[in-house]
């Protein structure tokens, strides 16, 4: 069984500063700088009164005059959605988050340690220590569906036959929440379809020549279908901080960075290996916060052409800032010789093997672990494309 754990609002409670601050109060994500000037997450009194996320900010005002802008605070969301799921892996769950405020973990490996799927789950509850809304289901789908209708601590569980039959009468909307479907829930609003089970009922063949994959996707959805859980993996993560001052911006700025990277690199928890991914964010001095993310084309151990590629990234920050800091979020191979991917002399395969799958982990770490992938002709007298040939994980 499949659980998913749904903290309503997250990014906005993380910006005004806790749950009681929205209680009867109209407050929405404020735009950052320098992006699109749509509001974020809403609370759901600005919600009664027409304000709804991604919408347009001068249009956002004109339903609702009175509506608060918080900050938006990428770096809370962060400190505080990793705090998460430490504490649902401190009871040994393998976690696969979707977005902050939603993850998923499987119940069933953990019946040994806690000795029901019911102890699972409020042994997780316990672990949390914050109000959170509780599904399970048969598939990742259907345990969303479940924490989405769930109005109290008590989760919502659902099996078998009831689950499909359960899930077909719930709202097309929940579609919104799968990268892979979202895109549907407008056009199938038009359409007049209003559940899941409505959608269901046009057929499979219908759903491909409408929309798609997607389609096809949306109508295994609801009919309990779903793919597996792909958890994260363990990562150890590295972070340095420091308190700006006066070098809030300029050259002072860039000489700070310097500092972080020389602190980061002589830390002994690295053991020699070099950088892949890293995090440069900050916090600003007119309120709220800035994070990048940054993937390194080669994994590096060099400070100086690790502060070039971060330096970039800083002439991005939209204000200055009061306090920088600076995390490897992935880390690379050993530090070594690294020369050029192909090679011309036979005895060196195996180096350009290695690299290869080096290049290959870099393209993962960037797109996610489908990113790179090698064609394999399994039937090819097949009248189905689909049977002809089929994509499997490249390995180098």
Do not use: N
């Amino acid at each position: 069984m499949i659980v998913c754990i749904h903290l309503p609002r997250f990014e906005l409670v993380v910006a005004a500063g806790g749950p009681g601050a929205l209680t009867g109060r109209a407050m929405a994500v404020a735009p950052q700088v320098g992006a699109q000037q749509r509001v974020g997450e809403v609370s759901g009194a600005a919600e009664a009164r027409g304000v709804t996320r991604g919408m347009i900010l001068g249009e956002a005002l004109a339903r609702c005059p009175d509506l608060l802008l918080a900050p938006a605070d990428p770096v809370g969301v962060a400190e505080t959605w990793e705090t998460v799921i430490g504490a649902l892996e401190s009871i040994g769950a393998a976690v696969e988050q979707e977005r902050p405020g939603l993850a998923y973990f499987e119940a069933g490996g953990l019946r040994g340690l806690h000795g029901s799927d019911a102890a699972t789950i409020a042994a997780a509850q316990r672990a949390l220590d914050r109000p959170v809304r509780v599904g399970a289901g048969p598939t990742r789908f259907c345990a969303l569906a479940g924490a989405l209708a769930a109005r109290s601590r008590r989760a919502l569980m659902q099996d078998g036959k009831d689950a499909k039959r359960w899930l077909a009468g719930r709202p097309v909307g929940l579609l919104g929440f799968r990268t892979e479907t979202e895109a549907l829930v407008e056009p199938l609003g038009r359409l007049g379809v209003r559940t899941l089970g409505e959608m269901s009922r046009l057929g499979r063949s219908e759903l491909a020549d409408r929309f798609g994959a997607a389609g096809v996707f949306a109508q295994r959805l609801a009919c309990g279908e779903d793919t597996p859980l792909r958890p994260r993996p363990a990562e150890e993560r590295l972070q340095e901080t420091l308190l700006l001052g006066d070098a809030s911006s300029g050259p002072a700025l860039e000489r700070v960075l310097g500092v972080l990277v020389d602190r980061l690199l002589a830390r002994s928890e690295r053991r020699g290996r070099t950088v892949r991914v890293l995090v440069l964010s900050a916090r600003l001095l007119s309120g709220g916060a800035w994070r990048e993310r940054v993937v390194l084309r080669q994994a590096l151990s060099d400070p100086e052409r690790i502060g070039l590629a971060l330096g970039i990234r800083l002439l991005l920050l939209p204000a200055p800032a009061a306090e920088l800091r600076l995390t490897v979020e992935c880390f690379g191979p050993p530090a070594g010789e690294q020369g050029a991917l192909f090679d011309k002399d036979p005895a060196h395969s195996d180096a350009r093997a290695a690299r290869l799958r080096e290049g290959i982990a870099q393209v993962r770490a960037v797109a996610g672990p489908d990113a790179a992938l090698r064609a394999v002709c399994v039937d090819p007298d097949s009248r189905v494309p689909e049977r002809r040939v089929v994509l499997a994980p490249f390995a180098g």
